[in-house]
């Protein structure tokens, strides 16, 4: 053996460290074109929140006039605040003529 050793290459604690994205909420916001129902059903088919948050959630929606209903990932705010807008009218209330309105903003 001639003696040469190879050892392997050690990375620092920084360099492995993992870069997390920052979180962020998504907002629904509260109008008077949209049921409790409405809001329930579209927690739970959109964020597969169960009927009884969901029906917190439309609560403090209406009380005050938003509610955070997910906090996650910018490109995942993203896709669920399109899919708040692109869910439609209420079927119960003859006024209602489009979505709920939501918006992103980061997580504190």
């Known amino acids: ?3 040469t050793t190879t050892t392997p290459e ?5 360099e492995t460290k993992l870069k997390k994205q920052p979180p962020y909420h998504v907002i629904l916001h509260n109008d008077d074109d949209h049921s ?3 809001v329930i059903r579209m927690l ?6 169960p009927e009884e948050t969901g029906f917190k959630m439309a609560e403090e ?3 005050k006039g938003r509610v ?3 906090t996650t990932s910018l490109e995942r705010a993203e896709l669920k605040q399109e899919q708040i807008h692109a869910y439609g009218p209420d079927p119960l209330i003859s006024r209602s003529a489009g979505s ?3 918006s992103i903003e980061p997580a504190e």
Do not use: D, P, W
């Not at 050690?10 to 920084?14: F, K, M, V």
């Open 1 to 3: 053996m001639n003696g």
């Open 36 to 38: 409790f129902e409405y």
């Open 61 to 63: 929606v209406h009380a």
């Open 10 to 14: 050690r990375r620092t604690q920084e």
């Open 44 to 49: 739970k088919e959109l964020f597969a929140h």
């Open 100 to 102: 709920m309105s939501a």
């Open 68 to 70: 955070i209903v997910c």
